[in-house]
């Protein structure tokens, strides 16, 4: 399994600010992954963060609204910038261990006022 | 990006009672699947995997079915308790490790 931490757990924001979402690892992974929980909905992927690379971005998400960072293979930042009321959710990282199995983080709870 | 429901089915249940869970998954070329399951105010547990090449695999009082003829995954909790209440997600995966995509969810209750 992996241990994963989340900063910050929660956070409420102003329209038009931006916040940066820390992803920590406790062992190395290749690929780390972000994803958007709307309140009482499912999971949405909303990029791969590979180190060394661009992230990969999922449609309907784009670099310049969600820019993410992967300096190392145990740590990843994600930027949810010039937010709006629709961008309140919780966001959740992710890594895969094994080859196969994923392991999420606990959660931002982003809500934009 | 994909994201399903708007409100999550519920499925309530005696403590001591088998809970069925079932999840219908998009894309018969789905070839690895995992069960979540949600506490409030937490991320996605990993409960049980099953990879496309078995139709049943069994775990600590669950079992995780898979028909890819109806493409359709079930979880199966044996003698729920109070802490299996949660929502329950499936996913489905291609390529052996990347792009999951969720199903909307289920929500146990489990009553006393």
């Known amino acids: 399994s992996a241990v994963i931490s989340q900063k910050p757990s929660r956070d409420i924001c102003q329209r038009g600010t931006s916040l940066t979402i820390q992803c920590q690892v406790d062992?190395?992974?290749?690929?780390m992954f972000w994803y958007r929980q709307q309140p009482g909905q499912s999971l949405t992927l909303i990029a791969t963060?590979?180190?060394?690379?661009?992230?990969?971005?999922e449609s309907g998400f784009v670099i310049d609204k969600f820019p993410i960072s992967r300096p190392n293979l145990t740590f990843s930042t994600l930027t949810v910038s010039n937010m709006s009321p629709e961008d309140s959710s919780i966001y959740l990282c992710?890594?895969?261990?094994?080859?196969?199995?994923?392991?999420f983080g606990p959660g931002t709870r982003l809500t934009v006022t | 990006g994909e994201s399903v429901g708007l409100h999550l089915p519920t499925l309530s249940v005696q403590e001591g009672d088998n809970s069925i869970i079932n999840c219908a998954y998009s894309n018969s070329a789905s070839d690895y699947f995992i069960w979540y399951k949600q506490e409030s105010g937490k991320g996605p547990q990993f409960i049980i995997d099953?990879?496309?090449?078995?139709d049943k695999r069994q775990g600590q009082r669950v079992t995780v079915l898979l028909n890819k003829t109806v493409k359709h995954l079930s979880l199966q909790i044996a003698a729920t308790q109070p802490g299996d209440s949660a929502v329950y997600f499936c996913?489905?995966?291609?390529?052996?490790?990347?792009?999951?995509?969720f199903g909307p969810g289920t929500r146990l209750s489990v009553l006393p």
């Open positions: 992710s890594v895969l261990k094994g080859g196969y199995e994923q392991y």
């Open positions: 099953i990879r496309s090449n078995m």
């Open positions: 963060a590979n180190q060394g690379s661009e992230a990969t971005y």
């Open positions: 996913a489905e995966n291609r390529n052996y490790g990347q792009n999951f995509v």
């Open positions: 062992s190395q992974v290749t690929m």
